[in-house]
């Protein structure tokens, strides 16, 4: 479980919230969007996992999926949306419709709350936190389609990676799977 001396929620942006969820048995985060007109829009590019699979289930409101350029609405009727890990994937909200969207993972773990601890660790997101959680929170942007883009979507990556690192004054990267 994540240390006690670190907030259960962190904000994503102005009316959305990232809430993690750790139990003795469980992990899981919640993204709570208020809907209201000058809020940011949780919106995520298309993107995959090589070590993890998710299931999302929306808890009140409508999320848009992507999945395999299959398009998937999710309301709080819908059954779970079960994300194999390879499998790209994005996803937007609805805007002005309040949301709560739950992610879990499989494996289950403390590395999801990891990730966007490191993504939404300067205040929001932006292009350094971006290389720095995806290359060590096991995601991937799809920059290219098929077996071969995710080898140039791993080199990407990595590429991104290594330059925030540089940047940063780091000069080894090492990769946790």
């Given at each position: 479980?994540?240390?006690?001396?670190?907030?259960?929620?962190?904000?994503?942006?102005?009316?959305?919230t990232m809430?993690?969820?750790p139990s003795s048995?469980?992990?899981?985060?919640?993204?709570?969007?208020d809907g209201l007109p000058t809020s940011w829009i949780p919106s995520i590019p298309p993107h995959w996992h090589k070590h993890h699979a998710e299931t999302m289930t929306v808890?009140?409101?409508?999320?848009h999926f992507t999945l395999n350029s299959?398009?998937?609405?999710?309301?709080?009727?819908?059954p779970p949306l079960h994300i194999p890990r390879l499998a790209v994937h994005s996803f937007t909200f609805?805007?002005?419709?309040?949301?709560?969207?739950?992610?879990?993972?499989?494996?289950?773990?403390?590395?999801?709350e990891v990730f966007f601890r490191t993504l939404l660790a300067e205040g929001g997101?932006?292009?350094g936190s971006v290389g720095r959680a995806c290359w060590e929170g096991d995601t991937y942007l799809a920059v290219?389609?098929?077996?071969?883009?995710?080898?140039?979507?791993?080199?990407?990556?990595?590429?991104?990676?290594s330059a925030v690192r540089w940047w940063d004054g780091e000069t080894k990267i090492k990769k946790t799977a």
């Open positions: 479980m994540a240390s006690p001396d670190k907030p259960s929620s962190i904000p994503m942006g102005k009316g959305c809430n993690f969820k048995t469980s992990h899981w985060t919640e993204v709570t969007y808890l009140t409101g409508t999320v299959q398009p998937h609405i999710l309301t709080p009727t819908s609805v805007p002005g419709v309040a949301t709560v969207l739950k992610e879990s993972t499989e494996p289950e773990g403390e590395f999801k997101i932006t292009l290219a389609e098929g077996w071969l883009g995710r080898g140039l979507d791993e080199w990407a990556t990595w590429i991104l990676a």
